[in-house]
Nanobody, 129 residues
Framework: QMQLAESGGGSVQAGGSLRLACVAS????????MAWFRQTPGKAREAIAT???????AYDDSVQGRFTISKDKVQNILYLQMNSLTPEDTAMYYC???????????????????????WGQGTQVTVSS
């Protein structure tokens, strides 16, 4: 069974950077997606950066060019490098993983959250002006 744990959140000024990490234990057989989601009050969790088994990447337009998803394949750690942060990036950030069935491209991993059965507990990111 998969278990995920995020870390690296905190408070940062606008224009700053943070790197989130998600340590995963256990494995999903076959193809799978790995993703970073974020959630603000009153909103559903939104996928912002994803990677599939073939290391194909996909980003939401809101973070394109500022955030980078990567994975340490040896230690099974998923990272999210966040640069040029703005107050609009303030949210609870979650990592998630789930199966990637069929012959789909990497963008299939971009939501919705119902595709993902395994979640971390979340880490808060707060960006001040």
């Amino acid at each position: 069974q998969m278990q995920l744990a995020e870390s690296g959140g905190g408070s940062v000024q606008a224009g700053g950077s943070l790197r989130l990490a998600c340590v995963a234990s256990g494995y999903i057989a076959g193809s799978f997606c790995m993703a970073w989601f974020r959630q603000t009050p009153g909103k559903a969790r939104e996928a912002i950066a994803t990677m599939d088994t073939e290391r194909r990447l996909a980003y939401d337009d809101s973070v394109q060019g500022r955030f980078t998803i990567s994975k340490d394949k040896v230690q099974n750690i998923l990272y999210l490098q966040m640069n040029s942060l703005t107050p609009e990036d303030t949210a609870m950030y979650y990592c998630a993983t789930g199966p990637h069935p069929g012959a789909y491209g990497g963008r299939w991993c971009l939501g919705p959250e119902e595709k993902y059965p395994f979640w971390g507990q979340g880490t808060q990111v707060t960006v001040s002006s």
